[in-house]
């Protein structure tokens, strides 16, 4: 079992930079790929970014490529989404997630986190 908590989302002006954070209970978190989702008003949850359980292996939707990058410390149970660049568009609520998939695919996530919305004004 693990719990996910999200933080770091909030108002940035287009262009702007945002990192947001998920931190993971349990013991076993290295053992997890995890990733980032994103929910927009009256649209479906869609995949971010994912990472691999040592970190050696990320994968990133095609809009957030060269704008977003996941890391993950694993000695603080911890995940991260340093976000840059922020256009309107990335506007949603930002779920974190964790699966035990070997590869940081976009899908096979049991566990998730409350979420954190990030706003970008144009």
């Known amino acids: 079992q693990v719990q996910l908590v999200e933080s770091g989302g909030g108002l940035v002006q287009a262009g702007g930079s945002l990192r947001l954070s998920c931190a993971a209970s349990g013991r076993t978190f290295s053992s997890y790929t995890m990733g980032w989702f994103r929910q927009a008003p009256g649209k479906e949850r869609e995949f971010v970014a994912a990472?691999?359980?040592?970190?050696?292996?990320?994968n990133y939707e095609d809009s957030v490529k060269g704008r977003f990058t996941i890391s993950r410390d694993n000695a603080k149970n911890t995940v991260y989404l340093q976000m840059n660049s922020l256009k309107p568009e990335d506007t949603a609520v930002y779920y974190c997630?964790?699966?035990?998939?070997?590869?940081?695919?976009?899908?096979?996530?049991?566990?998730w986190g409350q979420g954190t919305q990030v706003t970008v004004s144009s």
């Open positions: 997630a964790a699966s035990r998939n070997v590869v940081p695919a976009p899908y096979g996530y049991n566990y």
């Open positions: 990472i691999s359980w040592i970190g050696a292996n990320t």
